[in-house]
């Protein structure tokens, strides 16, 4: 309690400050903004488990999301400070299987309350910055998380992530720029509400990233990326049949990576960048399962976007890259992915977004040779499509909309569970990896804005 009073007579004492003229500078206009927030969402997913339903039966899902919150953002010349988010239930309101047979818990013990808050101080000059911000949240939605929107855990598991930056830029001369940013990341989960779901492993994470620039002309420019850092996985619990589980430790690991980049602006609302280079992965710990191998693997990375205000925004992505969360199952992916949205008008417009992707399972690097026939492969496709209305705006800021969204995620992988997709004498269970998902979700968004001051 004492902490949060500190807290509070410091945030007061940062606002008197931003709010008063300095001793000895020059008196500086500030402003700011508030924009209470009231959400309602409804959600509906066709597949909760994410898995092949031959094999488990299908769920259906439906859940309403009831969120209030505020943002307010208070700011002068050379200082911003931003604290925000949003505090929620979400209820679980219908299964169309039988939930409380499967699971063996009833439906209204997967209702929760979500979080999400952000705070932020920047210190801004013409040539030098510091960010400094903090991100609470949790919810239940995973692929949030995870680096795959389709996967074994879906929409089940509850979690709280928790993200801190700190993020310094400036200026060497005309034409370089450096960045330098550090992230500290913990991602806990509860335990489960059933006693058949066993939890994902809780994970922590250091990384430091650092970017250099180099204006080459008016329109492109080089850099060199570098970053590295350390993910760490707490142990397990997996399910070993009559009810009985055992706790198992998972691989830890370094990575470090490099990657050459190039930027060109056809116009000012058009760019490109490409960049490519390596990654190294060290493993450490012990994982009581796996004996997960060292390596390196290339990194590729291109992006286009182009967008015209109230008219038009469509990107364009592709990369080979390998997943970070993993949890002793990492896997290697190249996709590619485009977005398109278009402007009606001011306050009415449409958006779709699809992408491809094939995960690579390196049964040798992961020893998994002893459980797999072969590598694993999976093919996904996302999709989404959606149309939002905003009913009210003013200040060019949309104070009540309307959103409606539909969502399709597709995998087949090679991992069928058939016998002869897996080794012989393997005595676990014989696992289809294929899955159809669909989702869809309704919103209604009530954020009126309150400017003190400019209202630019």
């Known amino acids: 309690m004492q902490s949060h009073k500190n807290l509070f007579k410091l945030v007061m004492i940062f606002f008197i400050l931003m709010l008063t003229p300095g001793l000895n500078r020059p008196a500086q206009a500030a402003s700011a903004k508030f924009i209470p927030k009231l959400f309602i969402g409804y959600n509906y997913n066709d597949n909760v488990d994410s898995v092949d339903d031959k094999y488990l039966t299908q769920l259906e899902m439906q859940w309403v999301d009831y969120l209030l919150g505020m943002d307010g953002n208070i700011k002068s010349q050379y200082y911003s400070f931003t604290l925000g988010g949003w505090a929620g239930y979400s209820q679980y309101v219908n299964a169309s299987t039988e939930l409380e047979d499967v699971l063996n818990v009833k439906l209204r013990r997967f209702d929760y309350y979500n979080l999400s808050l952000y705070g932020g101080f920047q210190y801004l000059r013409p040539s030098f910055a510091i960010d400094l911000s903090d991100t609470i949240k949790q919810d239940r939605r995973i692929a949030d998380i995870f680096e795959t929107a389709i996967s074994e855990f879906s929409e089940i598991y509850l979690y709280t992530d928790n993200v801190a930056t700190a993020e310094v830029r400036f200026n060497a001369g005309q ?97 490109i960048e490409l960049s490519g280079g390596a990654e190294q992965r060290q493993y450490f710990g012990e994982s009581e399962q796996r004996d997960l191998m060292d390596h390196i693997l290339p990194v590729g990375r291109i992006s286009f976007y182009s967008g015209e205000k109230y008219r038009y925004s469509l990107s364009a992505s592709g990369e080979y890259a390998e997943s970070h969360y993993g949890q002793d199952q990492f896997f290697t992916y190249g996709q590619g992915g485009a977005a398109f949205t278009y402007y009606f008008g001011k306050t009415l417009y449409a958006g779709i977004s699809g992408s491809y992707r094939q995960d690579t399972f390196n049964r040798e690097m992961l020893d998994l040779e002893n459980v797999w026939s072969e590598d694993r492969v999976d093919s996904v496709i996302i999709a989404q499509a959606s149309i939002g209305w905003d009913v009210l705006r003013k200040y060019d800021t949309p104070y009540l909309s309307l959103i409606l969204g539909y969502g399709y995620d597709w995998r087949d992988s090679n991992i069928d569970g058939e016998i002869g997709d897996y080794v012989d004498g393997y005595r676990g269970a014989y696992y289809s990896y294929d899955a159809v998902v669909q989702s869809a979700m309704f919103q209604v968004q009530f954020n009126p804005t309150i400017f003190v001051g400019s209202s630019k």
């Open 175 to 271: 034409r370089s720029t450096f960045l330098f940013r550090y992230d500290y990341e913990t991602i806990t989960f509860p335990e489960p509400e059933s006693d058949y779901l066993a939890a994902p492993a809780d994970v922590y994470r250091h990384s430091g990233f650092a970017r250099i620039d180099y204006q080459v002309s008016p329109k492109a420019k080089i850099a060199l990326d570098l970053q590295g850092g350390q993910w760490g996985y707490s142990a397990v619990k997996v399910p070993v049949g009559g009810g009985r589980w055992v706790e198992r430790d998972l691989a830890d690991y370094n990575y470090y990576q490099a990657l050459l980049a190039f930027e060109y602006n056809f116009t000012p609302r058009s760019s």
